[in-house]
């Protein structure tokens, strides 16, 4: 049974004055500004809201526009008092009240985590109330934001079994598992290159979205476009462009590229840093996020150089899947060049990276490109191993990049090999 105590909990686990947090995703706002401000002599404060109010992720309140150095107090409830008060109208129930100061530009913020397990459409109403001498009776009132815990990400198929090289003379050089309508998991037979890459297939209004090419050895080309043609004959077209991009530029990634370069309709995305930061249209890389559209399926795409120079991660909000190519995956997390060139400095970075983006993010799966541990934890299959009748499930979790952050910051400067459950930081160089 949800309480008000309950409720109550991520707000009150730490009050931070300081900058308004990052805008919230386009896609998927669970904010509402109900208004109801009232102006004192620094005139109407202003409160924002952010966060998805996903399962454990973070969510700020950030309050400026107010009088400095004030004695201040956020409100909250489960439900709406909209009740007259001081001039205005106090908008939550009060079931929550926290005294804080407004420092000396007029803005305080509070950071904290949505509980776990909160039922879709649960509500929380907050507003702030300052101590303003121009205020109708010595206060003054923010804007009242309203919260309402949105549904789950939508559940994908996964197949029982994925193929891992057992029966190479009826094995298919890929298998195709479409994850839903618009998502498909392509995964290369083990059969035809020890590396058993994943490749996915994204598709919006607008184009369509490659993210690697394989390993080679495979007809990558005549694969990809029998599932463009069921997805148009599924969505009444007659044809949608094709960009094909990469993870990073590892061979096992890009091998099949040349099938499709110089093809109609299909634009093919260069390896370089350089390559990749143009067109995505990156301005300060690997600092900033970006954003694809696909045509009504925004990406956003993360810059995660360390395991390769040119490496990204796309995150999807359709989907809340964070595809993380051979940065985090279940085996073994190669960092080439850890101090010798400076990689494992990068990897932290890029990890930290990954892990701030998602702070206020649904993430259904995170996916990487490769499988190489057994289903028995901290066990793995010797690198190259064609066949893997045990193999971990390819789809990790929000937990196990929380869990590789603090491993690989923990490592500081001195970056060594760790055997966890699900994969195996292997630095070397």
């Not at 105590?5 to 896609?27: F, H, I, K, N, V």
């Not at 789950?152 to 193929?163: E, L, N, R, S, T």
């Amino acid at each position: 049974m949800l309480t008000r105590t309950a409720m109550a909990a991520w707000l009150l686990l730490s009050a931070l004055s300081g900058a308004r947090a990052a805008a919230q995703s386009p896609c998927c706002d669970p904010w509402t500004d109900l208004g109801q401000s009232l102006a004192g002599a620094a005139g109407a404060p202003y409160l924002e809201a952010t966060g998805s109010l996903a399962d454990g992720t973070q969510v700020t309140l950030s309050l400026e526009e107010a009088a400095p150095s004030a004695p201040a107090w956020f409100v909250a409830g489960l439900t709406s008092l909209d009740a007259a008060f001081k001039g205005g109208v106090l908008v939550p129930a009060l079931d929550v009240l926290v005294p804080l100061v407004t420092d000396a530009a007029g803005r305080l913020s509070l950071v904290g985590s949505w509980p776990l397990g909160l039922p879709t459409g649960t509500t929380l109403f907050t507003q702030c109330w300052v101590q303003d001498a121009g205020g109708p009776a010595g206060f003054a009132a923010s804007n009242a934001q309203l919260g309402t815990t949105p549904p789950a990400p939508p559940a994908g198929q996964f197949p029982a079994d994925w193929i891992y090289g057992g029966n190479c003379a009826g094995e298919p050089q890929l298998q195709v598992q479409p994850y839903d309508t618009n998502t498909w998991i392509l995964r290369q037979s083990k059969c035809t290159n020890f590396e058993g890459p994943f490749v996915f297939l994204l598709f919006g209004q607008d184009k369509a979205l490659l993210l690697d090419t394989g390993a080679g050895n495979i007809d990558i080309d005549g694969t990809v476009t029998a599932v463009i043609g069921e997805w148009l004959a599924a969505h009444g077209k007659s044809s949608i462009p094709l960009v094909v991009a990469h993870t990073h530029a590892h061979g096992d990634h890009v091998a099949g590229d040349p099938q499709f370069t110089g093809k109609p309709n299909t634009t093919v995305v260069g390896h370089s840093t350089q390559e990749v930061t143009d067109f995505f249209g990156f301005q300060d890389w690997p600092n900033d996020i970006v954003q694809f559209d696909l045509g009504g399926r925004v990406l956003d795409v993360v810059a995660i150089p360390g395991h390769q120079a040119a490496h990204i991660a796309l995150y999807d909000h359709e989907t809340a899947l964070l595809l993380t190519g051979d940065t985090l995956y279940p085996g073994f997390l190669f960092i080439s060049g850890a101090v010798s060139q400076g990689n494992f400095a990068k990897y932290q970075a890029s990890i930290q990276r990954l892990v701030d983006f998602i702070a206020d993010k649904p993430v259904a799966w995170v996916f990487g490109c490769h499988v190489e541990m057994k289903n028995t934890p901290g066990e793995s299959y010797p690198y190259g191993t064609k066949n893997q009748p045990l193999e971990h499930d390819p789809q990790l979790t929000r937990e196990h990049l929380l869990e590789l952050n603090a491993a690989v910051q923990a490592m500081g400067s001195s970056p060594h090999v760790e055997v966890h459950d699900d994969f195996i930081i292997q630095p070397s160089g």
